[in-house]
């Protein structure tokens, strides 16, 4: 099923890659990631998810394909093609497609226990392109 093609420290697939069909793409587990958890979930037209939240984890989610409605703790937020929304774990949210006719897909993240903070370093040799950067 997988064509997922891997290195040493790295992984790279497609989203057909990761399965068919509506539900879950396995992101995580797939591409082998262990500091978070990431799916993408393929929703067929009008289809609405069943409620649910974290005891620990948040949760970002990002649009890619089609017009979406977010339920969170009663508020209902549209998004669309390239939005976002953060969603803390003990808000209830679920997700609905808003199509009548295309399926959305989007990508779910979670984590828990903070922001590393600024890491990136650049190997021997290396300049960045940009210049200096500023904190």
């Given amino acids: 099923m997988s064509a997922v093609t891997k290195g040493e420290g790295w992984a790279v697939a497609g989203l057909d890659d990761l399965g068919d069909g509506w539900g879950f793409r396995k992101v995580r587990k797939e591409l082998g990631v262990t500091a978070f958890g990431v799916n993408t979930i393929v929703m067929p037209p009008n289809y609405e998810s069943g409620k649910h939240y974290h005891e620990e984890q948040e949760e970002l989610y990002f649009v890619h394909q089609g017009q979406m409605e977010i339920d969170l703790d009663g508020t209902k937020q549209q998004l669309g093609p390239g939005g976002f929304a953060w969603v803390e774990g003990k808000v209830v949210r679920s997700l609905k497609n808003l199509s009548p006719d295309e399926d959305a897909i989007y990508v779910c993240?979670?984590?828990?226990?903070?922001?590393?903070?600024?890491?990136?370093?650049?190997?021997?040799?290396?300049?960045?392109p940009r210049g200096p950067i500023k904190e």
Wanted: glycine content about 30%; proline content about 5%.
């Fill in 109 to 128: 993240i979670g984590g828990k226990d903070g922001y590393v903070g600024r890491d990136g370093k650049l190997p021997e040799g290396e300049t960045d």
